[in-house]
């Protein structure tokens, strides 16, 4: 889905309920994982630069940050200054024109874009010392059926290898609602016929709950994963108000089972990011995201 539109639509739906219980056993004990949790910058409506914004993430209880890249506000410069200032990591990069111009697009110009973008999205992120760039693989509609997208997305991701091995930074390919790729098994045979150390998985939690169950995927995928979104999904919602409904529950209020999520996860031996898509906000929302994200991975 877009993630843009995402954010938009569930926004206003959870303004009223920052607050909320989460539904998990507060008598359980906390479990340590190595696990680090990270926001998109543009979940942080703090105001101010870039750099006191990092430092508003930061000061909330995050480890790292999201960025959408390239993006001609958003110098390499820019960002490695916010992040000396706030101490905070790059947990990721989004390639920005993966969506408008998807690689497989039956234009090739308009492919020829995204293979550009996600050249120098790598290229930055190796300048601003971050190992994963996720990338959307592409779209299947009425005029791109499911062999094409599979033969032109494969296509174009294996002329950026070059540059995600020279850059020291994987792409890592997700899984959203595009008609493509949304069972794990799938998922896993994509990875392997590019057949790059370079290439793995970007595993987004909350956008297979509509169709499958998340643990499934990541003990099928197990270390091709480099990076996760959190966000969560309710199929009560679901059904009662339509498909995009659904991701309009707060985090841990929803069909995510946690717990079962975080035992396959220590079963992978997965110890990166939990990189947040949920809607954003000011200081006290984002401190209450990451103690809420606390909760999850310690579940």
């Known amino acids: ?9 569930t926004s206003a739906a959870l303004a009223a309920s920052t607050l909320a219980p989460l539904a998990l056993s507060a008598d359980a004990p906390a479990k340590k994982r190595p696990l680090k949790k990270a926001v998109n910058l543009g979940m942080a409506k703090t105001g101010g630069t870039v750099a006191e914004r990092f430092k508003a993430v930061k000061d909330a209880g995050f480890d790292g940050i999201e960025l959408n890249l390239p993006d001609d506000s958003l110098s390499v410069d820019i960002i490695n200054e916010a992040k000396a200032a706030s101490g905070l990591e790059v947990a990721g990069i989004i390639c920005t024109p993966h969506w408008k111009y998807p690689l497989s697009d039956p234009d090739p110009a308009n492919r020829e874009r995204t293979v550009r973008g996600l050249q120098l999205a ?9 190992t994963r760039v996720l990338l959307v693989p592409g779209v299947v509609n009425k005029q791109v059926d499911y062999a ?3 033969q032109r997305s494969i296509e174009g991701i294996k002329r950026c290898t070059d540059a995600a091995e020279k850059a020291k930074c994987y792409i890592a390919i997700e899984n959203v609602w595009n008609m493509f ?41 197990g270390k091709r994963i480099r990076n996760l979104h ?15 409904k659904g991701f309009q529950v707060e985090l841990g209020e929803g069909d995510d089972d946690w717990p079962s999520i975080m035992k396959a ?32 991975f310690a579940s």
């Open 230 to 244: 959190i966000k969560e999904y309710s199929r009560k919602k679901r059904d009662a108000e339509g498909p995009y």
């Open 181 to 221: 790729i949304t069972n794990p098994v799938e998922a896993a045979r994509f990875v392997d016929e590019i057949n790059n150390p370079w290439v793995g998985w970007h595993f987004d939690i909350g956008n297979c709950v509509t169709y499958g169950w998340p643990e499934h995927w990541v003990r099928i995928l």
């Open 265 to 296: 996860l220590d079963e992978i031996a997965y110890s990166g990011y939990g990189i947040l898509e949920v809607p954003g906000g000011d200081a006290a929302r984002l401190k209450f995201l990451a103690e809420r994200t606390d909760q999850l």
């Open 122 to 130: 790598l290229q930055q992120g190796g300048e601003i010392g971050c």
């Open 1 to 9: 889905m877009n993630r843009r539109t995402f954010l938009q639509a």
């Open 148 to 150: 094409q997208c599979w």
